[in-house]
């Protein structure tokens, strides 16, 4: 990977800066941010995924499905893994290094306009700033249609400024319950502020309690709902490049969603060119021998389904060891607990983010809820991956998992600082 040029640089120096306003709920400063930027959001058309797990996956799918269809297409995606730049894809292609920064230096003096409206202390956050980045990209690269993943929940977060036609609602589970809600229900209700009046949900597999809300959200908008069920994810008995059970589904959702926006269903020849698709940090290999995977599954539903794939991945390979980094918002108790019963051995370690819980706080917590594997602990990242490759051996495999930040460490160049905080 080539070493990133000086205003890249930059522009990755600004947006970490604004990390540090945290997140602050509210419309008002990306409209005002928007219209500084002669409002790009409008000179494409879209479809919004939100949801707990899968809507990265579903993001890239459906934009690779629509440009098989012979659209110009575009994704804008988050989290990142090592640079801001992965965030937006134009056609299933990485946007350069050049043309990221040309749109943070753009978006930065947008920025400055705006902020002196704003009241003392109210500033453009980074999620914000990334979002009209991807936003003034997309359009200035004349995509026709661009699939876009919410942040975090859906009626505050910056992307629910788009008046999509469609909308996918991947899966719904506890999940930052400070902002959203204590309820499935309630975090149904803040993802479901997407759907647009007239337009079609395509809904995944949810609880009752989040499919009811669904249901009352779509009768009061007049929108149309279209469930997609678990035995729906097969692609025509092909095999996706993705791996994982999981993605069988998340690709069934893109499917259905693109069918929706284009009015018809789509050729058997543009679904098996987006068969094609991989997803970055999930399932991904890294080595062989032994075989090295990483997977960015941060939460128990997430870490459940990377589990419940293993034997389809890894086959009958043994001992199989997990790295495993949380940060200190998850329920690290539940997904250790899942990650015991399913592994011989967790090296417990702790990621390059100032919430990553300490490798001793989870080697004891595993202890309690994971007593039947082997627990050991490793100081960073690298380390706790090379310790694993050794207790693998060359006929098993090791799984790094448990927070983004794990896996963005481990895939970042050597000496590379990093992009996440």
């Known amino acids: 990977m080539p070493l990133p040029s000086p205003d890249y640089r930059e522009a990755e120096r600004w947006l970490l800066s604004r990390e540090l306003f945290g997140m602050r709920f509210g419309l008002d400063r990306m409209r005002r941010l928007l219209t500084v930027l002669g409002s790009p959001q409008r000179a494409f058309r879209t479809i919004h995924i939100v949801g707990t797990n899968g809507k990265s996956s579903v993001t890239r799918f459906a934009s690779a499905l629509l440009a098989a269809e012979g659209l110009r297409a575009g994704a804008y995606t988050s989290p990142h893994l090592v640079r801001f730049g992965e965030r937006i894809q134009i056609e299933g292609r990485e946007i350069d290094d050049a043309t990221f920064a040309g749109a943070v230096a753009r978006v930065r003096r947008a920025t400055a306009i705006v902020e002196r409206s704003l009241d003392e ?156 698709t991989t997803v970055p940090g999930r399932l991904e290999q890294i080595g062989e021998r032994p075989l090295t995977i990483v997977d960015v599954a941060h939460n128990p539903d997430a870490v459940r389904a990377l589990c419940a794939s293993l034997d389809e991945v890894l086959a009958d390979r043994r001992p199989r060891v997990a790295v495993v980094a949380i940060l200190d918002d998850k329920d690290a108790a539940a997904m250790l607990r899942e990650l015991g019963a399913a ?45 694993a490759r050794e207790l693998a051996g060359a006929d098993g495999c090791v799984v790094a998992t448990g927070s983004i930040y794990l896996v963005g460490d481990l895939l970042r160049p050597p000496g590379a600082p990093p992009s996440m905080l």
């Open 121 to 276: 202390g109210d500033r453009v956050t980074q999620f914000e700033a990334l979002t009209a980045v991807a936003f003034l990209v997309l359009a200035e690269a004349r995509v026709e249609v661009a699939a876009i993943e919410a942040g975090l929940g859906g009626r505050f977060d910056a992307t629910n400024v788009i008046d999509s036609e469609v909308q996918v609602l991947t899966s719904v589970g506890l999940e930052h319950t400070r902002w959203l809600g204590p309820t499935v229900a309630d975090i149904a209700r803040e993802k479901l502020d997407v759907v647009r009046p007239g337009a079609t949900l395509v809904c995944g597999p949810v609880p009752p309690e989040a499919g009811a809300v669904a249901e009352r959200v779509c009768r009061e908008r007049r929108a149309r709902l279209v469930p997609v069920g678990e035995g729906e994810g097969d692609v025509d008995g092909r095999e996706l490049a993705a791996r994982g059970r999981f993605q069988r589904l998340n690709f069934a959702l893109a499917r259905r969603a693109v069918a929706c926006f284009l009015g018809r269903p789509l050729s058997a020849l543009a679904v098996r060119r987006a068969a094609r």
């Open 343 to 387: 592994f011989d051995v967790l090296v417990v370690t702790r990621a390059t983010n100032l919430r990553s819980l300490p490798a001793a706080t989870l080697d004891t917590l595993a202890a309690k809820v994971a007593p039947a594997a082997r627990r050991e602990t490793a100081v960073d990242a690298h380390s706790a991956l090379a310790r």
